[in-house]
């Protein structure tokens, strides 16, 4: 199993729900007892320790995170979007046997990565899902990982079909399945702000980043104000 | 057959019973023995062709039968789904879901008022909202290939581009202004499986309008902006002359799913 350096961050384990709230946990604030979904807004009950750490208010109306859906990631655990908020998020929808435009648009997120001061580089998460409900399953993201090289600042998440479009429609990204299996879709990068909220959205392939990278480094920034 | 018509009538009495009893009585395609969901007509199966695909991809694809609404929601009925669902209230509606045009006509939450009459149909409803409603019911939103397969039927043949004077009826809509109010939803001629107004009260949402990946204006591209979109090379227009599915491909591809555009409705399909 993949331990996300995501998921040490005690303020982040107050936010998480019952599936992903595993080993990883801070020690001090045991992870909140299973919840239905459509309670994901509510405060955890705290451990002592945690209760200076703000235990997490409700969403903003523009916030991703209100959103129930869950996700699985490549190491085969439960994903709320939620359990991403405290830091910015890079997210791109791509699925994984593509061989024109997501390569390259991996390639444009590590540009973005790597034009952020080195101090904020790893506020960051950047966060792939994937379109392919069937063929992307934990080991193909796992194995698209390996490939790409991308290590624990890439969360890499499938879906069922209505959790996908759900995804897709907030963001605005276009995508349809032709005949072999392969998907025509938008080259789109969304910058979210550690609420979940839109923050800046960059179309096409081997752009200019910077614009991006300036956004993320900002909020990266503003992350780090105590 | 005279008993199943009967019993039609009494699950959508009025104007709408005699809609169905009239797309019923002109169709050989309909489903005649069964009565169906109320003020719904059945689609046969059939096939689609897609106005934009991909060069390897067979030019019709297939359709599974369905039910789908005669008539476009009205705003009567989205008043009443908006009662028994609070969160999707003009005042409270997410901004995630809908944008601030979401039901601008309306005179207050629970009160369309002129500019919306009960008949009419609903406008200005954002995807996640049309959706919503569609769950609610029991139903869904069709998809395009459903959608446009049971537009593509004429008034009195299942086939209306080869119908004389149907497509000229089409284009006739796309030109005229939409008055306001628009008017009363099912009074357009039915077409042959007894839906009505698919092609001249409305636009109406489909379930993946997103789809549609034309950028910019339809007359200037007709193909992808190969750096926005992967799979560019491979996708190209079916036929040029349709305009009106231009129009719609169009239309499609310019709205995001929280956008609450004027013009804009929806009807709910359900499969057999």
Known sequence: MKTYSLLLFPVLATVMTAGNAGPAAAPCCPPPAAR????????????????????????SARSLYQLDARWTDDGGQAVSLASL??????????????????????????????????????????????????????????????????????????????????????????????????????????????????????????????????????LSRAALLP | MRATLLRLWRKAPGPLGLAVLFGLGSSGGARAGEAGPAGM????????????????????VPVAACWIDVRPVTNADFLAFVRTHPKWRRSQVSPLFADSGYLADWADDLEPGPRAPAGSPVVRVSWFAARAYARAAGKRLPTTAEWEHAAGAGFTQADGA???????????????????????????????????????????????????????????????????????????????????????????????????????????????
């Open chain 2, 41 to 60: 007509a059945y689609i046969p199966a059939g096939s689609y062709a897609p106005l934009l695909r991909s060069q390897d991809e067979p030019e019709r």
């Open chain 1, 36 to 59: 239905p979904a459509c309670c994901a807004e509510a405060k955890p009950a705290a451990a002592p320790c945690c209760e200076e750490m703000k235990p997490a208010a409700a969403f």
């Open chain 2, 162 to 272: 080869s119908e004389a004077g149907f497509n000229s009826t089409v284009l006739e809509w796309l030109i005229r202004p939409s008055p306001i109010p628009l008017p009363v939803a099912g009074q357009g001629r039915a077409n042959f499986y007894g839906v009505h107004d698919l092609l001249s009260l409305v636009w109406e949402w489909v379930d993946d309008f997103n789809t549609a990946m034309v950028t910019g204006e339809s007359r200037g591209d007709t193909g992808l902006e190969r750096t926005f979109f992967c799979g560019a090379g491979s996708v190209g227009a079916r036929d040029t002359s349709d305009f009106p599915a231009f129009m719609r491909a169009g239309f499609r591809s310019s709205v995001r799913a929280n956008y609450a555009v004027p013009n804009l409705g929806f009807r709910c399909v359900q499969s057999p």
């Open chain 1, 85 to 218: 908020r405290g830091r910015p998020v890079v997210l791109a929808m791509f699925f994984a046997s593509c061989e024109y435009a997501c390569p390259v648009l991996v390639d444009d997120i590590k540009r973005l990565r790597a034009a952020l001061p080195e101090e904020l580089r790893g506020r960051a998460q950047m966060v792939l899902v994937s379109f392919d409900t069937a063929r992307d399953t934990p080991a193909a993201l796992r194995a698209f990982r390996e490939r790409m090289k991308l290590d624990d600042h890439w969360t890499l998440l499938r879906g069922d079909d209505g959790t996908v479009q759900e995804l897709a429609m907030l963001l605005g990204v276009k995508y349809q399945q032709d005949a072999r299996g392969q998907f025509s879709h938008s080259n789109l990068l969304t910058v979210l702000n550690p609420e979940g909220e839109i923050a800046h959205q960059h179309a096409g392939l081997m752009g200019d980043v910077s614009e991006a990278a300036k956004v993320v480094a900002g």
